[in-house]
């Protein structure tokens, strides 16, 4: 019988975490559940930071981004040591049950928790790279590809009045996600992203070509993990002789106030993990599939996505 339940936020944070806070808190006093938030993810564990939940203690917080329960990485958790410490501390604090948000490594820490200490778990996907299966898009995605469009089409301002290449860096050390929706929504010319090679050499040939043509300025998106944005503008300067400037966008693609799109994601995934829990379904994660509630193993949910990178790439070059 499950009658309390802890909800903890882990890893990056994204914005519509709150509202997945929320969503759980709401929804499981609805459900005549008692609700305990676990600070800073699986170190509050750990360290035993909980707090009590109620529905007056999620108010005002749907439109903001952050986490209002904190959130880390913890290498402590990664060892034996510390997963007996957190699975005491949600003994003794009763806690029959725990909603993890967060991306990949939260996933991995639940994994843990519901295989090797049989800690009933649950997933509820929130990172901006939206790398996680089970989901069509994670919680914390749409806004920053947002916050990162707004910011390139400033770029693109400058660039075109000052007939420049902009560099522009963006999230996603393995995952080219952020780097391909922003590439297309903002028009740029080029993209770099991890899961596709590329030859720099043959792009700044390209760039020589459209100048030849007329075009005077460029965009070219790179996410993080696919190359150092300095690098690519040096190599730029170097071969094409044009002037480069490099923006790394970096952080503020975390922060904001989260759109429309992932607050209604957050509050139905919410209360989709709590309906996981109400029906003794363990180890699983939640998601959305084509409009609808979609829910896979863990496991399943962090082995590695297979991005829908390629048909956006060829549609920026042709549209380019
Ligand atoms: O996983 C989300 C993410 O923002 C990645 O895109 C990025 O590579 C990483 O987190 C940065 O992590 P940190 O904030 O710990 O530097």
């Known amino acids: 019988m499950i009658r309390r339940i802890g909800v903890l936020t882990s890893g990056g ?14 929804y499981g006093v609805y459900h005549n559940l008692e609700v305990v938030g676990i600070l800073r993810g699986y170190a509050g564990l750990i360290n035993g930071d909980l707090i009590h939940l109620d529905h007056r203690s999620v108010s005002g917080i749907i439109n903001r981004g952050g986490t209002i329960l904190e959130t880390a990485r913890c290498d402590e958790f990664l060892a034996e ?26 996933y991995r820490g639940a994994i843990q928790l519901w295989n090797k200490w049989h800690i009933p778990c649950v997933g509820v996907p929130a990172t901006i790279d939206n790398d996680l299966n089970g989901t069509d898009i994670t919680i914390g995605a749409d806004t920053a590809i947002n916050t990162a469009l707004e910011a390139t089409d400033k770029i693109r301002d400058t660039a ?12 996603g050390r ?24 590329y030859n720099l050499e043959a792009m700044c040939y390209d760039i020589i070509e ?13 996410a993080e993990g696919a190359a150092k944005a300095d690098r690519v503008a040096e190599k730029i300067t170097e071969i094409t002789g044009l002037e480069t400037r490099v923006v790394v966008l970096g952080h503020i ?11 209604i994601l957050a509050s139905r995934l919410g209360a989709a ?9 363990f180890g699983k994660a939640v998601g959305v599939q084509d409009g609808e509630i979609n829910v896979v193993d863990l496991h399943v949910a962090v082995k ?6 390629e048909p956006f790439y060829q549609l920026i070059r042709i549209l380019s």
């Open 13 to 26: 944070d994204a914005p519509g975490m709150n509202a997945a806070i929320r969503s759980v808190v709401r």
């Open 160 to 171: 075109t009045s000052m007939e420049r290449v902009f560099v522009v860096e963006v999230m």
């Open 253 to 263: 693609q975390r922060g904001g106030n989260p759109t429309a799109q992932d607050r």
């Open 304 to 309: 590695q996505k297979k991005p829908a990178v």
């Open 81 to 106: 040591e510390g997963q007996r410490k957190a699975v005491e501390t949600l003994r003794q604090n009763e806690i029959d049950a725990l909603v993890v948000i967060g991306g990949e490594g939260t």
């Open 210 to 222: 459209g100048s030849r043509k007329g075009k005077n300025s460029w965009i070219v998106i790179v």
């Open 174 to 197: 393995d995952s080219g996600f952020i780097a391909i929706q922003v590439a297309l929504a903002g028009g740029a010319e080029e993209v770099l992203v991890p899961e596709l090679s």
């Open 273 to 281: 993990a709590v309906d996981l829990i109400l029906n003794g379904e």
